[in-house]
Structure formats: structure tokens, C-alpha cells
């Protein structure tokens, strides 16, 4: 269910702008990786390059190589819509569909795929619910509007959608940051029971939360404005908390920059 | 400093007991203005409400320009009304189902039947067209199309709605006749089988030409309400669709198009109420004749606002009563649109407004 994710030397563009210069890591399956480091320091751009989101806005390209277990994400001859089914993203701002159902939006990304029965939808909307934490809570209600939900449910209703089509990665570009800290602490709950199906790469700026749910951590930073991103540190996450190899790695988990 | 003491120092007066205005005059040396006119926050007397200021003013002129929008339609009834009454009274046929429109002789005989069929037939055909090609045009030029051509090509659509619908009619009449005469050769050659398509001519100044020529009218206001509201799609709902792995149209599909509904809705009804009320540019290009018809290429045609612009001129009293009574029915049809489109709206309210 869970595969590997290997960079080598990604960059990544905005016209001519470089935002994040020669990244390498990899991610090792059923695990939870954390992206941590200063605002527009790229963080979210890696994460956007992986499922191939970043090429979404005009102008935007990578170099470098990407893969997933021994696949190029960027051959030109791979189906960009697989590469994104295969790696599924949750968003900084809970996104349910508006105008959709809390159940039609779990089955959405189903839908697209062009599974149409009913008793499949309607497992899978209950599984990828009960996944989410969810279930209990909307069970009465699954053709209210999605939007309605608090915030917290909501971004689990995103999450419950995201899994439903069955990823092998799940990319999470600052879930959080717009809950509460118990609406935070259901989804970092969340996060230690997907990591059994899913590998997870979580970018955030609560560092408490990079050292309680990742296994590794990666610490990016700029030198200056206008500079593109670096992967400073890439390292389990004990040894970044307690004993960085980079100054600067330690400089930022100590408060002292950034 | 000194003339605005703050809240915390009243509230440390408040403390030691003594009131807020003692322990400024004594403590902080407030000028002896400031006795009276108190600042804002500095204890005291609170500030007397103004009674007649911008406030009152404002709220007074935005009332009236509301009630004035009810004096305006009540006035408009009540004219229509009282002229179309005496009308129909004098009509010595059924003024709903009567086929024929002679009101102006001694014994006036004339039905809105006839015109208010051609003006549904023809404002039907026309959105039948335009919407599709609208919203096509639409989603192109907000999803599609690159911004260095988006923008022109918006422009030139916007241009099209600010061509004068008079110019539309003689284009009409003198130049799209011939290819739609043909195109009705055509259509009547092949698919006279079809009972809207057949007929032993002549053809050209029909429904047909009258329908092409409102597309084209309605055409820009559909485009261009409907790309409004396609660009208004929520970026992040776009993105989470793409991250579903959606392609681009259904991406279109699944985020823009029901986000969009409600709008798109609104802005054919607006095409529709434009349809319905056309005057010069229908009494141009239709044939004018008097009979409940489903063929659309033959000559023929009539439109209740194209009635009142063709007969207006050599009408008497009671012809101007019976073409103010059609002018009734016109505003009673289009009120009935607009109705039903804001019940369709308001079904999904709770989806609409949860999403705000």
C-alpha cells in the first residue's frame, strides 16, 4: 500500500525564479516525514513537486529526478492524473467541495475515477470516513453540505477523501494550521493511524508537532530573501531535536532563528 | 498624553475608590478644555449621540432610493392597468385565445395568444443556441484560453453586447437573411420529416432568423456573467480536484461548473428576460404573420414587444390600450421566469451558503 519516494537533486522554478535548489532525500514507506523551516524557505514547493501539483501554476517546471519506487514522476510519457491518484494531498486550508455533500465529497475522487456502483461508493465512503475519525460524527448526516462541518471536521473530511482513493503517499501541506489545538491533536491521532496504510509527508511550522508525529524531519532554509530553498538537514527526528548536526538547524529548533 | 488618559488609569482610580473624574483632575493635569468636551475613553459623561449627522442623512437618502424603486413599479401598474382594462373590455373576442390582432376597428377584435407563443418560441430557440456557445466561450476564456488571449477576446465579447440592437435588426434583415434562407432550404430539403422543418416556403424572414439573430444578442451578457462566476471558483477547490487526480475538464466538472450553477442560472435568465423583451431588432427580421405555428423556417413569426413597435403608429385609442394589455402579459410571462429561476437558485440555498 505504502511506497517509497526518492528525490535526487530537485530544483524547483517559477519562470526564473528558483525556489528550491538541489533536494535529495528519501522517504522510506509507513513512515512520517516532516518538512519544517522558516516561511518561503520551499517547503511547500518539494511537497507540491512530488505529486506534480507544483506545474499547476503557470510557468512552474522542475528539474532534477523524482520517484516513486523506481518509477520517474516526471517521465514524459507517465499520466500526470495517475501520478496525482497515487499521491494524494491534503491542503493547508480545509477544501471540501462547496457545493458537494459530505458523501458525495468522500466519493468525489472515486467518482473521477469512474467507479459509479453504489454499494462500492458507499463502503468506500464509510471506510475512508471510519479512517478519518469521522464517521461517528457525520454518520447521521452524509448528505449535508460538506462546507457546513467545523473546521477541524472538515479538514478530516478532506483527509477521508484523499484516502478513499487509496494513495500510496499522503502529502499534507500545513493541515493544521488553520484548527484548533484539539481539532490539531484529532488529526495528529489520525495521522500515527494512517501511517500503518500510507506513507506521510507532513509540511509544518509547529515544531512540537514535527517532533511528536514524524519519524524523520527534514529542516529547509533560505539564506536570504529572493534565495531559493535548501534541504539543510534531512535526519531522524530525535537526533534534529536533540542533536543537530547543521548550526543552523539547531539556531532554528532553539527559537533562535526564523 | 496628558489630554487623553487612558482606561488603566481610571481603572487604578476605580481601585483606590475614588470616581474616574476626580482621579483625572487630580492625577494627570488634564487641560481645563478637556472638562468640556470629555476625549473618547477618558470617563466622564459619555458623548451625546449626534442627531442629524451623515449618518441620519445617508440612511434617509438610501430609504428613499428604496421606496422610490416601489412608487416607480406601483406607477407603471397602475398606468398599464388603466389603460389596458378599457381595452380589453371593448374586445369583442377572448383577449387570451383569440388569433388575430384587429383592434382598431369599430368592433375591435384581437388575442395576445399568437404573440405571446412567437415571443416565448423565439426567446426559447434563442437561449437554445446561445447557452451552450456561451458557456462554452465562457469556460475558455477562464479556464482555457492564455491570458494574452483571454483578455482581447473578453473585450470583444463585451464589445458585441454593446452593439444597438436596431444595428443587430437591419444586419438582420439585410445581410444574415440570405445564408439562414438557405441554411432553411437546406434543413427543409432534408429534414422536412421533422414538423419544424418543413412547409412549402417561402422561407428566410422566420422564426428561425429572428431566434439567430436574439442569439447573438443574449450571446455576450451569458458569456460574460458566466465567465465572471467560472473565475470565482475557489482556487484551492480547483486544486483539490487536481489533486484527486482529476484532468483539467473534469476538473471543470467536478469545482467550476456546480460552484458556478446558481450564476450561470441568473445569468441566462437575465439572457432570457433580454430575449423575451426585444423589440426592433424581432419586428426587423420576422415575417409578421398571425398563427400559432411550430415551423421555424417558414416565414412567419410575431413577438408581443415587435407587435407594439410595428402597430404603434397607426393605432387609436383602443389599438394603444390593446398594445399597453399586451405589454401586460409580457411583464406578467417575464415575472414568471425570473420567479421560477430563483426558486431553482433557492433549492440549493444551503449548499450556496455554506460555501460563503
Known amino acids: 500500500m505504502a511506497k517509497r519516494i526518492e528525490a535526487s537533486n530537485v530544483s524547483s522554478y517559477y519562470g526564473s525564479f528558483k525556489a528550491i535548489d538541489s533536494v535529495s532525500m528519501v522517504v522510506e514507506p509507513k513512515t512520517i516525514t516532516a518538512l519544517i523551516g522558516p516561511s ?75 467507479v459509479k456502483k453504489k454499494s462500492l461508493l458507499d463502503d468506500a465512503a464509510e471506510q475512508s470516513l471510519k479512517s478519518a475519525n469521522l ?82 524531519t527534514g529542516f529547509f532554509s533560505i539564506d536570504k530573501t529572493g534565495d531559493p530553498g535548501r534541504l539543510i538537514e534531512y535526519d531522524d527526528t530525535q537526533k534534529i531535536f536533540s542533536n543537530p548536526t547543521e548550526k543552523k538547524t539547531e539556531d532554528y529548533i532553539t527559537g533562535r532563528f526564523g | 498624553m496628558g489630554d487623553n488618559p487612558s482606561r488603566s488609569e481610571n481603572a487604578t482610580a476605580g481601585d483606590l475608590g475614588v470616581t474616574g473624574r476626580h482621579a483625572r483632575g487630580a492625577g494627570t493635569g488634564v487641560s481645563p478644555r478637556s472638562y468640556e468636551e470629555p476625549p473618547f475613553g477618558g470617563g466622564g459623561a459619555l458623548p451625546k449621540k449626534t442627531r442629524f449627522g451623515m449618518e441620519a442623512g445617508f440612511k434617509g437618502l438610501s430609504v428613499a432610493a428604496g421606496a422610490m424603486v416601489l412608487v416607480i413599479i406601483v406607477a407603471i401598474a397602475v398606468f398599464l392597468i388603466s389603460k389596458a382594462v378599457p381595452a380589453i373590455n371593448a374586445d369583442t373576442e377572448n383577449f387570451l385565445t383569440y388569433k388575430s390582432w384587429f383592434p382598431n376597428d369599430t368592433e375591435p377584435k384581437f388575442g395576445i395568444a399568437v404573440l405571446a407563443f412567437g415571443t416565448v418560441l423565439t426567446s426559447i430557440i434563442a437561449l437554445l443556441v446561445a447557452v451552450p456557445i456561451a458557456l462554452g466561450i465562457a469556460l475558455f476564456l477562464s479556464h482555457y484560453a492564455p491570458k494574452r488571449l483571454a483578455t482581447p477576446l473578453g473585450f470583444v465579447i463585451d464589445l458585441l453586447a454593446a452593439v444597438p440592437s436596431v444595428v443587430f435588426g437591419l444586419w438582420g434583415r439585410d445581410v444574415f437573411l440570405e445564408p439562414v434562407r438557405n441554411f432553411s432550404l437546406w434543413l427543409n430539403e432534408y429534414f422536412s420529416w421533422i414538423p419544424i422543418f418543413g412547409g412549402d416556403g417561402p422561407f428566410g424572414r422566420s422564426v428561425l432568423l429572428g431566434s439567430l439573430v436574439l442569439a447573438i444578442m443574449v450571446l455576450p451578457i451569458v458569456t460574460s456573467l458566466s465567465r465572471e462566476v467560472f473565475m470565482q471558483t475557489p482556487g484551492m477547490n480547483e486544486e483539490a480536484a487536481l489533486a484527486l487526480g482529476a484532468t483539467k475538464w473534469e476538473m471543470v466538472r467536478t469545482a467550476v461548473l456546480p460552484y458556478g450553477k446558481p450564476g450561470v442560472i441568473a445569468a441566462v435568465m437575465l439572457g432570457l428576460g433580454r430575449a423575451l423583451g426585444e423589440t426592433i431588432a424581432l419586428a426587423l427580421t420576422l415575417g409578421v404573420v398571425f398563427n400559432i405555428s411550430f415551423n421555424i423556417i417558414e416565414n412567419g413569426g410575431n413577438s408581443i414587444a415587435a407587435n407594439i413597435a410595428n402597430s404603434f403608429g397607426e393605432a387609436n385609442e383602443t389599438g394603444r390600450g390593446a398594445l399597453i394589455a399586451s405589454g401586460l402579459v409580457l411583464f406578467a410571462i417575464t415575472l414568471v421566469v425570473n420567479m421560477a429561476a430563483r426558486a431553482i437558485i433557492y433549492r440549493r440555498r444551503e449548499f450556496r451558503d455554506s460555501a460563503a
Not at chain 1, 514522476?73 to 501520478?83: K, L, M, N, Q, W
Not at chain 1, 491542503?91 to 458525495?104: A, D, G, K, L
Not at chain 1, 460524527?137 to 448528505?143: S, T, Y
Open chain 1, 40 to 114: 518561503g524557505c520551499g517547503k511547500s514547493t518539494f511537497l507540491r513537486s512530488i505529486n506534480r501539483m507544483h506545474e499547476v501554476l503557470p510557468n512552474a517546471r522542475i528539474e532534477g529526478s523524482l520517484r516513486i519506487d523506481e518509477q520517474n514522476i516526471y517521465d514524459p510519457d507517465v499520466d500526470v492524473t495517475a501520478v496525482r491518484r497515487l499521491i494524494g494531498m491534503v491542503f493547508q486550508r480545509p477544501n471540501p467541495f462547496p457545493t458537494m455533500s459530505i458523501y458525495e465529497n468522500v466519493v468525489a475522487g472515486l467518482k473521477l475515477n469512474g
Open chain 1, 135 to 216: 464517521w461517528n460524527e457525520v454518520k447521521d448526516r452524509l448528505g449535508r453540505p460538506g462546507a457546513g462541518l467545523s473546521g477541524g471536521q472538515q479538514q478530516r473530511l478532506c483527509i477521508a477523501r484523499t484516502i478513499a482513493v487509496e494513495p500510496q503517499v499522503v502529502l499534507m501541506d500545513e493541515p493544521c494550521s488553520a484548527l484548533d489545538p484539539i481539532s490539531t491533536l484529532a488529526i495528529e491521532d489520525l495521522m500515527f493511524k494512517l501511517k500503518d496504510r500510507f506513507t506521510i509527508i507532513i509540511v509544518t511550522h509547529n515544531m512540537q508537532q514535527a517532533a511528536r508525529v514524524s519519524d524523520k
